[in-house]
């Protein structure tokens, strides 16, 4: 029962570099989900894929890129890593976006720090 | 979304139950109720949802006051894997029913 696979777990980037963040789910959802979590700040979303093929901009999407790969997978891309971006990183699915019934499923997230 | 209000830490012996408060008294009729709970280092976990009538799953039970503005989530046996940050979350049909709006939840200390 894999459910909601985030890579890395962990990562140490220098301010500058670029990077990756990888999630898939083996669970058919149509949804995915990008959020990140700082301290005393909750979750915030970064961006979102309704479905196949569609991306949109969530709450903090400044300074990242995705990608909704396929009905799979939805990559997140750092193109220049800068310290405010320390945080942790978690991907969800949920089986569509446009009901208030069903829940996200979760990964245990990619905690990125940038020096 | 509407907000909630949750105490921000409470305190379990295991074997007990908990019962974890969370007033939301602008929740519209069309707000579903769901409660997420983190544990440390990991990702926040769907716990239960409901929208007027009590529920129960294999993991809690989520008991919902009649005029719906406040609920409780019941954990009825509470175990030192129970200990988490649990986050109760209002999701509407329409706007912005994309995402979850997180709050600081409740942080639930359960004592051996």
């Known amino acids: 029962n894999a459910g909601v696979t985030q890579t890395p777990k962990f990562q140490v980037l220098k301010t500058g570099q670029s990077m990756t963040l990888q999630c898939a789910q083996d669970m058919n959802h149509n949804s995915m989900y990008w959020y990140r979590q700082d301290p005393g700040m909750g979750l915030r979303l970064i961006y979102y894929s309704a479905s196949e093929g569609t991306t949109d901009k969530g709450e903090v999407p400044n300074g990242y890129n995705v990608s909704r790969l396929n009905k799979r997978e939805f990559s997140l891309r750092l193109e220049s890593a800068a310290p405010s971006q320390t945080s942790v990183y978690f991907c969800a699915s949920s089986p569509r976006t446009g009901s208030s019934n069903q829940p996200q499923h979760f990964g245990d997230g990619t905690r990125l720090s940038i020096l | 979304d509407a907000k909630t209000t949750q105490p921000n830490s409470m305190e379990s012996n295991e074997e007990e139950p908990v019962h974890l408060p969370c007033n939301h008294s602008t929740i519209s009729g069309t707000d579903y109720i769901h409660w997420y709970r983190q544990l440390p280092s990991q990702g926040p976990e769907y716990v239960i949802h409901?929208?007027?009538s009590n529920v129960n799953n294999r993991m809690a039970s989520l008991a919902i006051a009649e005029d719906r503005k406040s609920s409780t989530l019941i954990l009825h046996r509470a175990t030192l894997r129970d200990a988490a940050v649990y986050y109760c979350?209002?999701?509407?049909?329409?706007?912005?029913?994309?995402?979850?709006?997180f709050g600081k939840g409740t942080l639930l200390t359960v004592n051996p």
């Open positions: 409901g929208l007027t």
């Open positions: 979350i209002l999701k509407n049909s329409g706007g912005s029913n994309y995402k979850l709006t």
